[in-house]
Each structure stands twice: as C-alpha cells, then as structure tokens.
C-alpha cells in the first residue's frame, strides 16, 4: 500500500515537472517567435524606407519650386528618423553600425536644418545642391546592399533570432549571411563617407546615444555580480551568470542572467564594462494584485535613485498599466530640469519593487553643465504660448531639440479643456521648440 502510494505521488510529480517544463517552453517559444516577428518587421519597414529615402532625395534634386522643396525636405528628415529607429530595433548591438547610423543622421539633420530656413531669403546653394547629389547616390548604394539582405532573408527563410544565438556562441561569429551583410553596408557606408567628407555634413556634432564616454575603470565578472547583488538587493541564494558582450566596441557590456528562487524572479541586467554602471533591469517575476497607489510607488523609485547614487531626480512622468506603474525622473540642477539625463523606471504595485529601470539616456547624457541664463523674460516666453491654453506651472528646462542640441527652454504645462499640453519655448529666441500633449488618465491593459 505504501508502495502504490509512493509510486502515486511520483506519478503526479512528473506529471506536474512535465506540465511545468511544457508550459515554461511553450513560454519561451511564444516569446522568442514574438521578437523574431519585431525583428523581422523593423528590417522590413528600414528596407522600404530606404527605397522612400532615395527615391525623396531624387525628388528634392528635381523640384524648383521652394514651397514644395521644403516640406519635400521635412518628409527626407522624417525618413531618417523611421531609418534610424528600425536601425535600434534590430538585434545588431554587437556589431557596429555607427557608420551607417551616422549617415542617416548627416542626411536628416542636413534636410531639417535646410527645410526649416526662409528658401525664399536663403535659397539651396551649389555646395548644397552637390551634397544633395552625393546623399542620393550615397542612398543608392544602402539600398541595393540592405536589398540583398532582404533577398537573402526571403530565399533562405533566415531568422533574426540566429543573430543573437551566433553572438552568444561566438563574440565575432563568421558565415552569418545577416551579419555579413550588415558588414558590407557599414565598409561601404565608411568608405564614402570618409571619400565625400562634407562641411555641410560634418561640421555639425550630434549627440550620441552612445554609452563609450562613460566614466570609470574597467571592472571584472565578480565585481559586476557585487554590483549586481547590491543594486537589485538580491539574495545570498541568487543564481548569476554573466557575459561579456562586444569585444571590440567602445561600449562593452556586462549582460547579467539572475535566477531569484525565493522570489522565483527571472532577472536580466546589461552592466557598462567601464564603471560599473547599471544600464537596464527587466524582471520577469508575477505581479500580484495591487496594494500599493502609484504616489507611494513614485516615493519608492525615488529613494531607490538616491540609494543608488543618482542624486538631484525629480519625478516628471507617471502612468498605471495594470499591476505596473511606469515612472521617468530627471536630474534637477539650479532650479533646471535637464530633461536628456532621464532614467526610466516599471514599478510593481504588489509590493513596490523595481521590475524595470532603463538609466542609458542618463548616461549618455550626462556631464558637468554650467547652465547659461535666459535671454528673454518668462513673461516674454508665455506670450509664445497660445491663448486658448490656461497655463498651470511654468518652470525652466534643458532639453534636445529636432536636431538633438542640448537647449534652455521655459517648460509651460497647460490646460484646454480636458486635455493637458507641455510647451517649451526657447529661453533664447523664444521660438516653440516643442509641444506635447500629456496622458495624465490611468491605462489598463489585459
């Protein structure tokens, strides 16, 4: 009897190990299927923007007529933009594709800086109109080689999750038709860029989202375990494995698999190589009905930033989705909100843990400003705001403008209606640099 028993429950526990293994990779599947399709979409859509890219440059070679030269421009610019986005999307971290980056920024700060100017008073110049000619046969070249790219994804049905799994087997993996590719788009982007070096082009720096100015010694696998067990408070009990990501690039990470078995969390964590510093933070843990409001989840974040040493942050964003509250802070310098240094943070309202944190924009941004002061006055500024917005606070900030400089603003928040606007109007020349409506509703989601 105790025989059948004991075989009884070993029965229903191998059962339920294999339900647990079925279901966890079902699981697994379903998320990796999901970012094969993301991946495969953002390298689709940058395919077929760059067809549009070339095809808008040719345009603008071939328009007179400035009232239709510069919104052609505008449509150039916002081409880039959707270029460069898919670009971030694709599992390419460990493979440099600055180059490539790089000249689609050159073709869009280039078309925005030109549109946004009086053509009529400052029509396009010979140089100018040269340079064009050098982006749209540049655009050809990007676009006949991602082409074949895209044609060798389709012949082979080549998946993009196979990026990822050739860089974890090998740091500089060889016979990946997707990486190879990619290499051959970026030669050629380096080789014509350092060709055609242009002053329009060149003598104007963007900031980098890039993490390489970074400050700090080199740190080692134990140490970021110890960075790791302090910054997420882990248990003696925690499982770690690391790796040591982009060999070659300015920017190497340290990425952190976490294994919480009291907390039964799946943490994954990206550490800068140089100082130490934590990047981001996804914990894939349950969340439980919600017990805590989203104010004291804020107050949480925030003393989780000062524990951590990101000192001077203020709150500027919240939102609800479901059980989560998502949060973003800035550094406060001289009464100024510097709204580039952002740190971006998921709280759970179960017990008000951090789930999530994003700090890259932060670190890449930050430095030691001296902030310069306004030219003009508040009350020249609010006269930039429209009337119909019934203004609540008003404050100064820093912000990036559409050409991604660093500039002092007079932030407005303003009411019309029941909708909520942000303004911010350059503290210098008092244009409206920027305008955004804000969610200030409660989002669900199921």
Known sequence: ???????????????????????????????????????????????????????????????????????????????????????????????????????????????????????????????????????????????????????????????????????????????????????????????????????SLTNYKVNRASLSNVKGEKITTEQAKDIAKKFLELNSTAQIKVDLTGEKLADRYYSLEIREPKTNSEIYMDITEKGGYPV???DRRNIKAQKIDLNQASINGLKFLERNKFSNMELTESSQYDTIGVFTYVTKQDGVRIYPESVTMKIALDDGSIVGFSSRNYLAAYTKRTISKPKISVEEARNSVSSNLKIMEEREAIILNKLNQEVLCYEFVGTRGNDTYQIFVNADTGVEEQIKKLNVLVENYD
């Open 1 to 199: 009897m105790i025989k059948e028993a004991a075989i009884g429950v070993l029965a229903i526990g191998l059962i339920g190990t294999s339900y647990w293994g079925y279901t966890e990779h079902k699981a697994k599947n379903e998320i990796n299927i999901q970012a094969e399709n993301n991946y495969q979409r953002a390298f689709h859509e940058l395919s077929y923007e760059l067809d549009l890219l070339h095809d808008k440059i040719g345009d603008t070679l071939a328009m007179k007529s400035k009232s239709s030269l510069s919104p052609a421009l505008v449509e150039v610019w916002g081409l880039t933009s959707q270029a460069r986005s898919n670009v971030g999307q694709l599992p390419l971290r460990l493979l440099p594709v600055n180059k490539t980056e790089e000249f689609l920024t050159n073709i869009g700060d280039f078309s925005y800086r030109t549109a946004v100017r009086d053509l009529d008073k400052e029509p396009l110049t010979q140089n100018e109109y040269a340079t064009l000619q050098k982006l749209y046969d540049n655009s050809a070249e990007i676009q006949g080689e991602i082409r074949k790219v895209q044609h060798m994804v389709f012949e082979n049905k080549l998946r993009w999750m196979d990026v990822e799994l050739a860089y974890a087997k090998d740091q500089n993996p060889k016979n990946n038709v997707i990486i190879d590719g990619f290499k051959t788009v970026e030669r050629n982007v380096m080789t014509y860029s350092d060709a055609n070096a242009d002053p």
């Open 280 to 282: 981001w933070v996804i």
